[in-house]
């Protein structure tokens, strides 16, 4: 995992909790963003990994260095992005590199996972499990299929500091039942947050993906 959190370079015996208490996990690489891209495909060719944790900007800046070396970064079957709006773009560039399949996931640090991808659809399954989930237009009514709005979620499980409709700031866009059988409610596209929106003269809302593609084409930059 490459993470914000992470104050320095690490290697654990197991994945620790949650997961080590359901199953018998590999070893663990630890690395922090605040690493160089360089160092970071460093430590990930000697660990070789099998499934990499990652912000999506981070990824596209990996993609990139790795595309033009040539090198291939053996072992990976799985990348998981989060706490960034993944781009279609920034999934094609992940997985043709890596030949690896990006799965989003849609989370936040006072709420934990909120929908993960779909294998078969690609569709954002909510977890309604522990989760109330909703997506409401301007007049705080539910959107329905193909519409855009803003997400409130409330935690069914959070006893000590609950969260009763906690608006995130974020849009997104509703969908129907998915074909894969599974009957949670699903979002189409995590379109970003409120800070991040363009409205149009004509209503239309926008959220521009920008920045970190471009930079190079101004000058080389190499981190930021």
């Known amino acids: 995992m490459i993470r914000a959190h992470i104050g320095a370079y690490a290697e654990a015996a197991d994945w620790g909790v949650p997961a080590s208490l359901l199953y018998k996990t590999g070893p663990a690489q630890q690395i922090p963003i605040t690493m160089s891209i360089d160092e970071q495909a460093k430590h990930l060719k000697a660990f070789r990994p099998n499934s990499l944790l990652i912000y999506p900007s981070n990824l596209a800046a990996l993609a990139s260095l790795f595309q033009k070396s040539g090198e291939r970064l053996e072992g990976l079957a799985h990348i998981r992005t989060i706490g960034e709006t993944l781009s279609p773009a920034v999934r094609a560039l992940g997985q043709t590199v890596f030949g690896a399949p990006v799965a989003d996931v849609y989370s936040s640090q006072e709420i934990g996972n909120a929908a993960i991808q779909c ?83 004509d209503g239309r809302r926008h959220w521009p993906l920008v920045g970190f593609a471009e930079f190079r084409t101004v000058a080389p930059v190499v981190q930021y």
């Not at 409330?154 to 974020?170: C, E, I, K, Q, S």
């Not at 997104?172 to 947050?193: D, K, N, Q, Y």
């Open 119 to 201: 294998p078969k659809s690609g569709l954002y399954h909510m977890m309604a499990e522990n989760l109330m989930v909703e997506v409401i237009n301007d007049q705080g009514a539910p959107c329905g299929d193909g519409e855009v709005g803003r997400l409130v979620i409330t935690d069914l499980h959070n006893f000590a500091t609950p969260l009763v409709r906690y608006d995130l700031g974020d849009y997104a866009e509703v969908a129907g039942p998915c074909p894969c059988g599974r009957g949670l409610p699903t979002l189409r596209r995590i379109l970003g947050r409120e800070r991040n929106l363009v409205l149009l003269p």
